[in-house]
């Protein structure tokens, strides 16, 4: 029986082509101001009004990063990676592509596009494709995110 | 009396335009230490409560050996400390995106980092915006990278373009 530790899904049960949809979150100005507080990120056109309303955007923003984090943490909430996850290797790319403001909501997609084998035993290489969409079904975020999965045996062998 | 007419230094412009970036040029910002307070807080800001990160027993038996901070919140901070040293201030149009962002070492809580940039391209658009390419490498107390990514920005040009 599996351990409780773990619900998701090891490298071998992803498929090519398999597609995952989160539950949305509504980016809220406590989301921005909490982030500002964490990581002493105070560009003003996150944290001004005033200052964002004389940019592009017209409105205060959420930061990029911060619409990502909340994207990882929706995707890890599907569990599917939960205790199968050996380590976040990285992103390919992040395009920006439209603002998040206060009061958005965004939910995440995800497509396996590449599977590949670890030469050490008891791992494989899988990477999504992970699109971040608002509630009018625009793509905010792109990304390419490439995750280090546990195998289903091999891995107490590390 | 003082010199009313003096303007005092205003802080909403601080940063360097795109003329003053030269390929090349380099930043080293502060260093801050990411402890246990960082990766509760960011599990809950983000909703990543995986368990690498949030369940210490669980994470005893696994690559990192303890808790390992979330790579975002290394982002994160990598941008926090990068903002905080002003170069940016005013300037930055946009963040257009990333491009190889690795997470190549675990932060562990107690392990300190701070972020290393430079100026690897800068280009103009067909309309004359000025993007600037960064590469920025995020070292621990130990000297060893733990992450590195391509930032790419739209700064603001000294002809108000």
């Not at chain 1, 002493?40 to 990029?64: C, M, N, W």
């Not at chain 1, 599977?115 to 791992?123: I, M, N």
């Not at chain 2, 107690?110 to 658009?125: F, L, Q, R, Y």
């Amino acid at each position: 029986m599996g351990s409780k530790d773990i619900a998701g899904k090891y490298y071998e049960d992803w498929e090519l082509g398999e597609e995952y949809e989160t539950a949305a979150t509504t980016v809220t100005e406590a989301h921005v101001w909490i982030n500002m507080y964490l990581t002493g990120y105070y560009s003003l056109i996150h944290t001004d009004i005033d200052y964002a309303k004389s940019t592009i955007f017209g409105e205060r923003v959420a930061p990029g990063f911060l619409v990502h984090s909340i994207s990882t943490g929706q995707v890890n909430q599907t569990r599917l990676f939960e205790g199968t996850t050996i380590a976040f290797l990285g992103i390919k790319y992040i395009n920006f592509v439209k603002p998040v403001k206060i009061g958005d909501t965004i939910k995440t997609v995800g497509k396996l596009i590449e599977k590949k084998d670890s030469k050490k035993p008891g791992r494989g290489i899988v990477v999504f494709h992970a699109r971040v969409v608002n509630q009018r079904g625009e793509t905010v975020t792109e990304s390419e995110r490439i995750i280090l999965l546990r195998k289903k045996i091999g891995f107490e062998n590390i | 009396m003082e010199a009313e007419n003096k303007m005092p230094l205003s802080n909403l412009v601080a940063g360097k335009h795109y003329e003053d970036w030269n390929i090349g040029d380099e930043y080293i910002t502060a260093s801050r230490t990411i402890t246990e307070t960082d990766i509760v807080l960011f599990a809950g800001l983000s909703g990543d409560h995986n368990p690498m990160h949030t369940n210490e027993e669980f994470a005893k038996k696994g690559f990192f050996g303890t808790r390992v901070a979330h790579g975002f919140l290394v982002l994160a901070v990598s941008s926090g400390l990068i903002n905080q040293m002003r170069l940016f201030e005013g300037t930055t149009e946009a963040f257009l995106g990333l491009k190889d962002l690795k997470f190549s070492k675990g932060v562990l809580p107690g392990d300190s980092i701070k972020s290393i940039g430079k100026v690897i391209e800068k280009k103009e658009t067909s309309q004359g915006k000025g993007i600037i390419a960064f590469e920025v490498r995020v070292v621990n107390q130990r000297g060893e990278e733990v992450s590195s990514r391509i930032g790419v920005f739209m700064i603001k040009r000294k002809t108000g373009k």
